[in-house]
């Protein structure tokens, strides 16, 4: 044969051979796809907003119209149910926003999984997807609370395990975090800044600077002078006396299309800012008190220290010595006082971690530990510079999740044994999620632990199509959505 001849008949198999190998790589690719759901992971959608804000079901993304924080109100399954508002916004408490016009979003879509509980057993506070005890055919997203053969209860918005508050590191505090006042996002009226300023301090377009100088003529310049919470935005709906305005509440801006339940003060806060020092050897300072104790953590920058004061005392045996470039660079501060717990970190580095003791807390849950007569007259946040030029940005007061009764109907009046294959739900959206405090049977057990997320994924939002007098609804990619959970 010729080779002519042989150019002239292998085209033919060529194309069968390239057609072939399309369709068996479109099969594989399908059955690899069927398997990995199968066996690996698996996507769910998510609802309802019991996990909110930390997962969100059907919701109205809203933008305040005065400080232009973004922020999730959610709606019901049932799309001619009124969604119309008004709400008001969480941050610098702008009330009666119209929603109207906003459209309305599916719920997260979760990637799971699976199979991932079939070599080791949940953590504490992790999220996870199971089989609804009483529904077994529904798959629920919570936050595991109770382990096998520990005894449970929900006591004045804390967990107790075993007679002991149980308390988390950082990364499950980030976790469960809900943010109370963000400066990242500031109302266009001065006026209703959260933050009350003595002489020094100024607003900056992302957060306060602290400039000696400036505060020198006026006052001693070894006086610190601070930043304070104030409290309740004055524009917020909900009535507050002068007396409780200091204490952020449990309410969910997620829950703004409900009517208010009862609602207590958290004590559980959190301080998260960035730091840069320009120049001086002064020192900046941040406090947090609950009520019953106030910390102080005193930076002294000349010697490169961190310093603890409780109750206006220092602790000399606390002093830590710190490494590293300080000037012209942003670091990161946390301080919380979850669960009963002082917590200190630079840099997601822990500094400090001491538990501490719990509050006198009622044997039952009839009465709200929260409200303690030491409340009214404590002093929650506080942030002051002295001889130090000092720039804050992005300075956010968070809260702990408060939990609440339920119905309950297990864990709260009084303890809950688990056995050696049960774990107890949470969902952080405590005052409207259906957990194992509400259930009739209010464990789950190993068999019905079908996985764990690890992203959200494949996020929309409604979008509009216009073709001369022609309009097409359709889902957009939402990419700001998407993230790890961790």
């Known amino acids: 044969m010729s080779a002519a001849e042989i150019q002239r008949v292998t085209p033919t198999p060529h194309r069968e051979s390239g057609l072939r190998y399309v369709i068996e790589s479109l099969v594989s690719l399908a059955l690899a796809v069927c398997l990995v759901r199968s066996f690996v992971v698996e996507g769910y959608i998510i609802s309802t907003g019991s996990m909110a804000p930390y997962l969100l079901g059907f919701h109205k993304q809203v933008v305040c119209p005065d400080c232009r924080l973004p922020f999730a109100v959610g709606v019901p399954v049932d799309s001619e149910a009124e969604t119309n508002g008004p709400v008001a916004c969480p941050n610098c408490g702008q009330a009666h926003i119209d929603l109207s016009f906003v459209p309305r979003n599916e719920g997260d879509q979760l990637l799971v999984q699976k199979f991932a509980y079939l070599f080791r057993r949940p953590k504490r506070w992790e999220v996870v997807v199971f089989q609804n005890p009483n529904q077994p055919t529904q798959a629920y997203v919570k936050r595991v609370i109770g382990l096998p053969d520990e005894e449970i209860q929900v006591r004045a918005g804390d967990l107790w395990i075993n007679g002991e508050l149980a308390r988390k590191n950082l990364a499950e505090q980030r976790s469960t975090r809900m943010v109370v006042s963000s400066l990242k996002y500031q109302s266009q009226n001065d006026a209703e800044l959260r933050w009350q300023m003595e002489e020094g301090w100024k607003v900056t377009r992302d957060g306060f600077a602290f400039d000696p100088e400036s505060a020198a003529p006026i006052v001693d310049a070894a006086r610190l002078m601070s930043v304070?919470?104030?409290?309740?935005?004055?524009?917020?709906?909900?009535?507050?006396?002068?007396?409780?305005?200091?204490?952020?509440?449990?309410?969910?801006?997620?829950?703004?299309?409900?009517?208010?339940?009862?609602?207590?003060?958290?004590?559980?806060?959190?301080?998260?800012?960035?730091?840069?020092?320009?120049?001086?050897?002064?020192?900046?300072?941040?406090?947090?008190?609950?009520g019953a104790q106030n910390f102080e953590v005193s930076l002294a920058a000349g010697e490169r220290e961190l310093r603890l004061?409780?109750?206006?005392?220092?602790?000399?045996?606390?002093?830590?010595?710190?490494?590293?470039?300080?000037?012209?660079?942003?670091?990161?501060?946390?301080?919380?006082?979850?669960?009963?717990?002082?917590?200190?970190?630079?840099?997601?580095?822990?500094?400090?971690?001491?538990?501490?003791?719990?509050?006198?807390?009622?044997?039952?849950?009839?009465?709200?530990?929260?409200?303690?007569?030491?409340?009214?007259?404590?002093?929650?946040?506080?942030?002051?510079?002295?001889?130090?030029?000092?720039?804050?940005?992005?300075?956010?007061?968070?809260?702990?999740?408060?939990?609440?009764?339920?119905?309950?109907?297990?864990?709260?009046?009084?303890?809950?044994?688990?056995?050696?294959?049960?774990?107890?739900?949470?969902?952080?959206?405590?005052?409207?999620?259906?957990?194992?405090?509400?259930?009739?049977?209010?464990?789950?057990?190993?068999?019905?632990?079908?996985?764990?997320?690890?992203?959200?994924?494949?996020?929309?939002?409604?979008?509009?199509?216009?073709?001369?007098?022609?309009?097409?609804?359709?889902?957009?990619?939402d990419w700001g959505r998407i993230r790890y959970i961790r």
């Open 309 to 477: 004061f409780v109750d206006g005392v220092e602790e000399p045996d606390q002093r830590v010595k710190l490494s590293g470039s300080m000037w012209q660079r942003k670091r990161l501060v946390e301080m919380s006082l979850f669960d009963r717990q002082l917590l200190f970190a630079l840099d997601g580095e822990v500094i400090y971690q001491r538990p501490l003791e719990p509050l006198v807390l009622p044997a039952k849950n009839g009465a709200d530990a929260a409200k303690n007569p030491a409340l009214e007259d404590a002093q929650p946040v506080r942030v002051g510079a002295q001889n130090l030029h000092v720039s804050v940005s992005d300075l956010t007061l968070y809260r702990d999740v408060y939990y609440t009764r339920g119905d309950g109907r297990h864990g709260v009046n009084e303890p809950y044994r688990l056995s050696a294959d049960e774990y107890f739900f949470l969902g952080d959206n405590s005052p409207v999620s259906l957990d194992s405090r509400s259930w009739t049977n209010a464990v789950v057990r190993d068999h019905m632990l079908i996985g764990k997320p690890f992203l959200v994924h494949l996020p929309s939002r409604p979008g509009r199509v216009k073709l001369g007098s022609a309009e097409w609804h359709i889902r957009v990619p």
């Open 228 to 290: 304070t919470y104030r409290g309740v935005a004055p524009k917020s709906s909900s009535p507050v006396t002068d007396s409780a305005r200091l204490w952020p509440t449990d309410e969910y801006a997620y829950n703004g299309l409900n009517d208010a339940p009862q609602r207590h003060r958290v004590r559980d806060l959190m301080l998260a800012m960035q730091i840069e020092l320009h120049s001086g050897r002064g020192t900046l300072t941040w406090a947090l008190s609950d």
